[in-house]
């Protein structure tokens, strides 16, 4: 029988906490004794003049000083470095292709089918009784032939947790007292704000708000997420949190909200933080403050100066990677373990927009970074389906008769590139791994890689072993930038200083993009809103992301979506494993079962309606958090009308 263990689901960050503790105390003294890698030499900054044509190559960028990661992570647990090329001829990809149909029908097998089993399912992974209204959820569920496997819904679990440590008046004033919000009284909600996103917002809430209780929700209106709580804060709100969990006894269990007075008018005495809206830029120092203390992240030098040739190498990504490919998507998001990606993502080096705070308030966004505490709702964007994003309905022709190609059209954003700075953005160096007239360049030792690198040895790409690179590359890819969107660009849309690289193309639609097979995916000033669309068409994404979404836990890398490091550096090894090298060795039914599985599974679980029910189950979830009596609501109509079912539970709060 199931026993109620500690509470099922731990969230990312304290879950890790007992791990850093005890990792940390070790290292940490260990650390200090160590001495420090070498200082990067001064360099001198590139001028700020139009180069000539192939400018006079940067130097290279000295690897990022960061401590030495066996003190970080526990060396048994790390893969193995490269060679992919097993010698009796596997790939590490068949056996990532064959993890990812078991991660997968081991999440499908917990599939709940009644109201008593997603109860029960709730109970055990989450330590609590469900909120009220959970049997209208379910009911709405069920009626919205939904997929209902409790694992889908656990971003909520891990963005909310650390409000149970936070009074709930607190969290009730935040919310109606901040900028941009919405209100929910007596079933119907109220904005005074006109902008877009919330309007999109309010059209999703409104669909369900027949279904929801009272109560204020503060929105981001910005692209940038905002919130990052020093990782010390978050962990002293879990230790807090912790003491809430368990089930009370089913005849002391409440089911009815409170009624919140008119906004504004609620919890006079109660004094909220004030909030410092930070602006520095880089984001990197505000980031770090998010992960644990041991980490990488923590202890690795700022880097101040993105003139550079970036300078990329694997070495921070093996946590995440089997034989040189993600292992971990989501671990892939994290940024703790990989302080290198400072100088390697735009959103990063210079944000469009930086507003942050180090308070924790419940403010509901679209997407963040794995050290933001924002609270997820599925994007504006994707509510919207906007055909832009999503290709409206057209999903792509069947794949035998798409071009074995990868195509790519994007806008130069990511950030906000400059003349001392863009090397390092995310989408640059991806645009530059696709230019056969620069690999040409490198191959024949005229020129060199100015913001990527080629192929890490220990990938055996073989038209890098028999220097045809440029070639191979430019019969498979097909992609560029639209606009250069620099920071002095002229009214014809040039730019001096990335022109020389880049030669904007043009654009394709979403539906004639879905011709060709392959579609990568690259997070621009935050997540990359054609993700769905992708994920629904007969194409198959090739995914690098930073960013956490709604649906995360609903999506299986290799299963559903080809997951790529944010490096880049396994980009052309997932390419020649799909396409081959001279018509040998492809994988091009692995391909194609991909982005069917992929695309019948977003159909099947993407839905709008998985959106309402999501958002549902997130907002009966956050009006508990904030009701004074959070600690005795639930749902528990199964308990009552059958007591033995809490026999299940070994130990409950009586
Ligand atoms: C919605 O908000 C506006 C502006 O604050 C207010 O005038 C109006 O009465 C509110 N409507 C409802 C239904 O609460
Ligand atoms: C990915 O990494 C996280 C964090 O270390 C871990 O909790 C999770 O179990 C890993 N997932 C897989 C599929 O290995
Ligand atoms: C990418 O490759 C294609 C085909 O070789 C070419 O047409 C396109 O201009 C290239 N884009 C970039 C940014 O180099
Ligand atoms: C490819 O790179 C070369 C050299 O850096 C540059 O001149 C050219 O414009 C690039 N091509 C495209 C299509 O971006």
């Known amino acids: 029988m199931a026993r109620l263990r500690s509470p099922g689901f731990h969230p990312r960050r304290p879950s890790s906490f007992f791990r850093y503790t005890i990792v940390a105390a070790l290292v940490i003294f260990a650390f200090y004794s160590l001495s420090r890698h070498a200082q990067r030499p001064a360099q001198p900054p590139i001028a700020h003049e139009a180069p000539a044509a192939d400018p006079d190559p940067v130097p290279n960028q000295p690897v990022f000083n960061q401590p030495p990661k066996s003190d970080y992570t526990d060396p048994d647990a790390r893969p193995e470095h490269p060679p992919p090329k097993a010698d009796d001829g596997s790939h590490p990809i068949d056996k990532l292709i064959m993890d990812g149909e078991q991660i997968f029908s081991n999440l499908v097998a917990k599939e709940s089918n009644t109201l008593g089993e997603a109860a029960q399912a709730y109970r055990q992974r989450r330590g609590r009784h469900p909120p009220p209204g959970f049997d209208e959820w379910y009911k709405f569920a069920d009626e919205n032939d939904a997929v209902i496997v409790e694992d889908f819904f656990d971003q909520i679990y891990h963005d909310l947790a650390p409000f149970w440590g936070v009074p709930p008046d607190i969290i009730r004033k935040e919310s109606w007292s901040f900028e941009m919000k919405i209100h929910i009284r007596d079933q119907e909600t109220n904005t005074t704000s006109n902008w877009e996103w919330t309007l999109l917002w309010k059209d999703m809430i409104d669909s369900i708000v027949h279904l929801l209780p009272d109560m204020d929700i503060a929105l981001n209106a910005m692209d940038e997420p905002r919130l990052v709580v020093p990782w010390e804060d978050i962990n002293s709100y879990m230790n807090t949190a912790s003491s809430t969990f368990g089930l009370p006894a089913p005849k002391n269990v409440k089911s009815v909200f409170q009624k919140l007075p008119r906004p504004g008018l609620g919890d006079k005495t109660t004094k909220i933080p004030a909030k410092n809206w930070e602006k520095k830029k880089p984001y990197w120092p505000i980031v770090s403050r998010g992960c644990p203390p041991g980490s990488p992240a923590r202890q690795a030098e700022m880097q101040s100066n993105f003139d550079l040739q970036p300078s990329i190498s694997s070495e921070n990504a093996q946590d995440h990677m089997y034989k040189g490919f993600v292992s971990n998507s989501s671990l892939a998001t994290d940024l703790c373990h990989q302080p290198d990606l400072q100088g390697l993502e735009g959103i990063i080096i210079n944000p469009i927009s930086v507003a942050s705070t180090k308070v924790l308030f419940p403010m509901f966004g679209g997407s963040k970074l794995g050290i933001n505490n924002e609270i997820l709702l599925p994007a504006p964007i994707y509510w919207k389906e906007e055909e832009r994003f ?255 079912i809490m026999d299940t539970w070994e130990s409950f709060k009586k």
């Open 390 to 644: 999503t290709g409206g309905n057209n999903r792509g022709g069947p794949w035998s008769k798409k071009g074995d190609k990868a195509v790519w059209r994007g806008v130069a954003t990511g950030g906000q590139n400059m003349p001392e700075n863009w090397r390092g953005f995310h989408r640059h160096r991806f645009m530059a791994m696709n230019n056969s007239t620069k690999l040409a360049l490198v191959e024949s030792k005229k020129g060199r890689t100015e913001n990527f690198a080629m192929p890490e040895e220990s990938y055996h790409i073989s038209a890098y072993e028999e220097g045809r690179m440029s070639e191979w590359v430019s019969e498979w890819s097909d992609m560029g930038f639209i606009e250069l969107m620099c920071a002095t660009q002229t009214d014809d849309g040039t730019c001096w200083y990335t022109d020389l690289y880049f030669h904007p193309v043009e654009g394709l639609k979403m539906k004639e993009q879905f011709r060709y097979k392959y579609v990568p995916d690259i997070d621009g000033n935050s997540f990359s809103g054609r993700y769905l669309g992708f994920l629904r068409s007969t194409s198959l994404p090739i995914k690098a992301t930073l960013f956490r979404e709604w649906h995360d836990s609903r999506l299986v890398a290799w299963k559903h979506f080809v997951p790529m490091d944010s490096r880049f550096g396994d980009f052309y090894g997932i390419m020649e494993y799909f396409l081959g090298y001279k018509g040998q060795n492809g994988h091009d039914e692995a391909a194609e079962k991909m982005a069917m599985d992929g695309k019948a599974w977003a159909e099947r679980v993407l839905r709008k309606e998985d959106m309402q029910i999501y958002v549902l189950r997130l907002l009966l979830e956050y009006a508990r958090v904030l009701d004074d009596n959070r600690e005795l609501l639930g749902w528990v109509g199964d308990a009552l009308k059958d007591p033995s």
